[in-house]
């Protein structure tokens, strides 16, 4: 049976790195789209309903999974069962007396502050001012992502060198955000401009794409330098990729995320030129292959989000290696 703290992790993580990503896409990729003339109005206006539902409900959905991760969690440390952690008290012990538990405090108020931020930029009365809150809200957004390293391996010990896991647990969750969250919105961005095809919509899904895929370099920096990093903590040499169950579930993360980078490769050598240059006929054939082709990419992403979740509660591998020995 599968442990359900497990699926409460992956559900909790995938839709927080949803949050982050369609507000880092509308604060860095999708705002200058929108300014190109003539105005995608039809595009525009699909795109941001569709990108809006999913957004909140996939912030409803992260709440929701916090308080369901903090409770079993609860139910775990304090060996009771469903109901008894509340009545008994155990789940506020957690909550205000471990180092789980403050982070949490910390992260749900980042929640919190999050749904007020954009709601208040859905009722903001000027341009000035939404451009101001959305900014606010990639700020709230990227503390909300990045604190969840305060719940993973990172997070255990005090000392410097801790203290640069725990950093480059953060910014791998950061990156994790604006390369993998970010796909939903681009391909709603590309489904919506080929399907209302507005004068120039093919120039405008070639920048977006282009644009994303700037981005996506500086993201699988990050991901690669923070992903080694880690790696030179939680494995007890190259040896524990093959050796421990832990370090083949981390190779398989590896080998998933390299297929993702070869994807994106494909997508901005191949597809994006084409796009931009190919007449009205062939344009919309393009954006259905990067689509495709995104698609895919977030089906992989998904997988990587599943073993995240399974690493986070397992031992390391420079641990199991110990007892091996």
Same mark, same amino acid.
Request: hydrophobic share 60%.
């Given at each position: 049976?599968?442990?359900?703290?497990?699926?409460?992790?992956?559900?909790?993580?995938?839709?927080?790195?949803?949050?982050?990503?369609?507000?880092?896409?509308?604060?860095?990729?999708?705002?200058?789209?929108?300014?190109?003339?003539?105005?995608?109005?039809?595009?525009?206006?699909?795109?941001?309903?569709?990108?809006?539902?999913?957004?909140?409900?996939?912030?409803?959905?992260?709440?929701?999974?916090?308080?369901?991760?903090?409770?079993?969690?609860?139910?775990?440390?304090?060996?009771?069962?469903?109901?008894?952690?509340?009545?008994?008290?155990?789940?506020?012990?957690?909550?205000?007396?471990?180092?789980?538990?403050?982070?949490?405090?910390?992260?749900?108020?980042?929640?919190?502050?999050?749904?007020?931020?954009?709601?208040?930029?859905?009722? @903001?009365?000027?341009?000035?001012?939404?451009?101001?809150?959305?900014?606010?809200?990639?700020?709230?957004?990227?503390?909300?992502?990045?604190?969840?390293?305060?719940?993973?391996?990172?997070?255990?010990?005090?000392?410097?060198?801790?203290?640069?896991?725990?950093?480059?647990?953060?910014?791998?969750?950061?990156?994790?955000?604006?390369?993998?969250? @970010?796909?939903?919105?681009?391909?709603?961005?590309?489904?919506?401009?080929?399907?209302?095809?507005?004068?120039?919509?093919?120039?405008?899904?070639?920048? @977006?794409?282009?644009?994303?895929?700037?981005?996506?370099?500086?993201?699988?920096?990050?991901?690669?330098?923070?992903?080694?990093?880690?790696?030179?903590?939680?494995?007890?040499?190259?040896?524990?990729?093959?050796?421990?169950?832990?370090?083949?579930?981390?190779?398989?993360?590896?080998?998933?995320?390299?297929?993702?980078?070869?994807?994106?490769?494909?997508?901005?050598?191949?597809?994006?030129?084409?796009?931009?240059?190919?007449?009205?006929?062939?344009?919309?054939?393009?954006?259905?292959?990067?689509?495709?082709?995104?698609?895919?990419?977030?089906?992989?992403?998904?997988?990587?989000?599943?073993?995240?979740?399974?690493?986070?509660?397992?031992?390391?591998?420079?641990?199991?290696?110990?007892?091996?020995?």
């Amino acid at each position: 049976m599968i442990d359900p703290l497990i699926i409460v992790r992956d559900f909790h993580l995938a839709s927080t790195v949803i949050v982050a990503g369609i507000i880092f896409f509308d604060l860095f990729i999708v705002a200058p789209i929108w300014r190109m003339k003539p105005p995608f109005r039809a595009a525009q206006a699909s795109f941001r309903s569709s990108t809006g539902t999913i957004l909140w409900i996939s912030l409803a959905v992260s709440i929701a999974s916090a308080l369901a991760w903090l409770w079993l969690l609860s139910m775990r440390i304090g060996h009771k069962n469903f109901d008894n952690v509340i009545t008994d008290g155990t789940v506020w012990l957690v909550l205000s007396q471990t180092q789980f538990g403050l982070a949490w405090q910390m992260r749900l108020l980042f929640g919190v502050l999050l749904a007020a931020c954009l709601w208040l930029c859905r009722n @903001a009365g000027t341009a000035r001012t939404a451009r101001g809150l959305t900014i606010l809200s990639g700020l709230l957004a990227s503390a909300y992502l990045g604190s969840l390293a305060f719940a993973g391996h990172g997070a255990e010990g005090v000392g410097f060198w801790q203290n640069i896991h725990l950093t480059a647990d953060f910014l791998h969750l950061i990156a994790a955000g604006l390369w993998l969250g @970010a796909l939903i919105p681009l391909v709603l961005l590309l489904v919506y401009l080929s399907r209302f095809q507005e004068d120039g919509w093919a120039l405008a899904a070639a920048r @977006a794409g282009s644009r994303f895929s700037s981005l996506g370099i500086l993201a699988v920096g990050v991901l690669l330098v923070s992903g080694t990093v880690n790696a030179a903590f939680l494995l007890g040499g190259m040896h524990s990729l093959i050796d421990t169950s832990y370090g083949r579930l981390l190779l398989l993360k590896v080998v998933l995320v390299a297929a993702m980078v070869s994807l994106a490769g494909v997508n901005r050598q191949y597809l994006l030129p084409r796009l931009s240059n190919s007449p009205a006929d062939e344009a919309s054939g393009m954006a259905q292959r990067l689509i495709r082709s995104a698609l895919v990419e977030i089906a992989l992403g998904l997988v990587i989000v599943c073993i995240v979740g399974l690493l986070g509660i397992m031992a390391p591998a420079n641990d199991m290696a110990a007892h091996m020995h």
